[in-house]
């Protein structure tokens, strides 16, 4: 096992193509540990399918997956591995686990192990379940922070492992089938508002049904739109006041004024902005947006990442980029929340990217800007 482990560290440290050479996995158990996929978060009676898009792409940039590996998912149960073989309401398909329909009792944690003779690689993905009645909004949520005038274009995110049958997706807002959208206007799928009003925020719910071995299944996901500003002053005809209003009472209404409690905006601890992210052509990218802000306002704070100011689902890097694991916990001065964004692969493409991170409450809105580079790009003589 001793030379299995040296053979192995010697493929992961050669140069791959004429890239930089790679850092070493972590072992476990005598398998090598992929960073863990963004966890999901998912609604009962639905369909489900778990992707490991990190596992994947780290054995196609070790060059260790031929086409004939064995992939095995298993759903860890503590003491013991469960495994799905057959047409069961759960099953493997290649490299992703269907869930026909999902049901609460899926929540846990499943881990997709590539084994031949010579390598033993693991990955792993948290899935959580909701029951219809029980549904945690906030996780269950792509959150979309948004200033008034501002336009809305997003795209019914993560459905690209579903062949969609002739319906078109469906959004509505706040639950209600009667309180459809339509009027703001739909297109491929994309819920659109050309100028955003206070009157939009909420929540709305983009619905299709999938066809999968000639039967069908409701599949959902769910945005919270949130709407900071003030919504255009309309023209009236009632005349301006203020010239014959009385100090006094003015004076008063100042006074009510100074004593309303200020909220502080939220604060970006990381990244900075103008921050450049550097990884390998090829590698991925595990990447951390990191909020300071009172803890009495840490449910109510939207923390998201943007690609070229579009949302994940909505850029060019839906698919090989995830956003997710939002953490909050208690530090010195208030509660920090943690946002995840995973790249898959950098490219060359990604280097004319714009990334920014924006954090929104009561308080106030904040966003700082990055950028990605490939490592040795600059400088690099050769």
């Known amino acids: 096992m001793v030379r299995l482990a040296l053979i192995f560290a010697v493929v992961i440290t050669e140069y791959v193509y004429g890239r930089p050479p790679l850092p070493p996995l972590p072992m476990k158990d005598s398998c090598y540990l992929v960073s863990p996929e963004v966890q999901i978060f998912r609604v009962e009676g639905e369909a489900v399918i778990l992707s490991f898009s990190l596992f994947e792409r780290e054995l196609k940039v070790r060059n260790l997956a031929p086409p004939t590996a064995r992939y095995l998912i298993t759903k860890d149960n503590g003491t013991e591995h469960v495994a799905y073989e057959g047409d069961g309401r759960v099953q493997q398909r290649n490299k992703q ?162 004593h309303t409690p200020i909220i502080p905006p939220p604060v970006i601890v990381l990244p900075l902005n103008g921050t450049i992210f550097e990884s390998p052509h090829g590698s991925g990218l595990d990447l951390f947006c990191k909020v300071l802000t009172e803890c009495k306002m840490a449910d109510s704070t939207v923390v998201r990442w943007l690609v070229n100011g579009q949302s994940v689902e909505s850029s060019y890097l839906n698919g090989w980029a995830l956003q997710g694991g939002r953490r909050v916990s208690k530090v010195s001065g208030g509660c920090q929340i943690e946002l995840r964004l995973v790249v898959v692969e950098m490219t060359e493409e990604n280097v004319k990217t714009e990334l920014k991170c924006i954090t929104q409450n009561q308080g106030g809105r904040q966003e700082v800007v990055a950028q990605f580079q490939l490592e040795g790009k600059i400088g690099n003589m050769t």
């Open 97 to 258: 686990l269907w869930f026909l329909p999902a049901q609460a009792s899926d929540s846990g944690d499943y881990i997709c192990t590539y084994r031949n003779g010579t390598h033993c690689v693991t990955g792993s993905i948290t899935l959580y379940v909701y029951k219809p009645t029980s549904l945690d909004m906030e996780k269950l949520s792509y959150n979309i922070p948004l200033v008034v005038g501002e336009t809305l274009n997003f795209k019914c995110p993560s459905l690209d492992n579903f062949n969609k049958t002739d319906r078109l997706i469906e959004w509505h807002k706040e639950s209600s089938s009667t309180d459809s959208v339509a009027p703001f206007g739909q297109d491929s799928g994309k819920l659109m508002i050309p100028a955003v009003r206070r009157s939009h925020a909420g929540v709305y719910i983009c619905q299709l049904t999938v066809l999968i071995n000639h039967q069908q299944y409701k599949v959902s996901r769910i945005l919270r739109l949130h709407v900071q500003g003030t919504d255009p002053a309309i023209t009236t005809t009632v005349p301006d006041l203020s010239m014959t209003s009385d100090p006094e009472l003015d004076n008063s209404s100042s006074d009510s004024t100074a």
